[in-house]
């Protein structure tokens, strides 16, 4: 080739160090993600964590040293994800509760539900987990005002958070299209009872 020798030839920029830990992390906790949607809680072990992300073990040691840690901060990635992308989304008055039920679903949802059951007698896993429910609900909170505005206050909003949770758990017995029906009818039903004169 004219004018490329080998002492010039075109070299792939190197990594700094924090990007290829990001890089790690990132494949670590999607890969956690993956095996709590696809085999529980229970069945979720850091060996194939490790095998699915395509790293040693002890890599994965290194950067989350409990199966707790790397579970939570996998769901924390994924909440992160999720809130960044609902509240950029911009929302029209009418979808308000449509959209916050839509948060309670896909695989973040079913990642932090495993969590959820799990730490009902897991107390490692419980006290591991209470900080990152605190940071989701608050999340919650302030997205929801800033998707309600003034026409829901504080405590409408709590109730509405709680109400669409409920129905992504009971979701897990219906159909998508029974979800959709249900929804469909129930939403409208809410948001009118709650919603400010």
Do not use: C
């Amino acid at each position: 080739m004219l004018g490329v020798t080998p002492d010039t030839e075109l070299v792939k920029p190197t990594r700094t160090q924090a990007e290829r830990t990001a890089a790690m992390r990132t494949k670590l906790l999607d890969a956690a993600v993956d095996s709590l949607v696809e085999l529980g809680y229970a069945r979720t072990t850091t060996q194939g964590i490790a095998r699915r992300a395509g790293v040693s073990r002890g890599a994965q040691l290194h950067h989350f040293p409990t199966k707790e840690s790397l579970v939570v901060a996998a769901v924390e990635h994924l909440v992160d994800k999720r809130l960044e992308e609902i509240l950029a989304t911009e929302v029209d008055a009418g979808r308000g509760v449509e959209v916050l039920a839509d948060a309670f679903s896909g695989p973040l949802f079913y990642a932090a539900l495993e969590l959820w059951v799990a730490a009902r007698t897991d107390q490692a896993l419980y006290e591991a987990t209470v900080p990152l429910e605190r940071k989701v609900n608050d999340a919650l909170r302030r997205g929801s005002a800033a998707v309600f505005g003034d026409r829901f206050d504080a405590d409408a909003i709590e109730l509405t958070i709680e109400l669409v949770r409920g129905l992504a758990v009971s979701a897990l017995f219906r159909t998508p299209e029974a979800e959709q029906s249900l929804r469909a009818r129930l939403l409208p039903v809410w948001e009118s009872k709650v919603e400010k004169s």
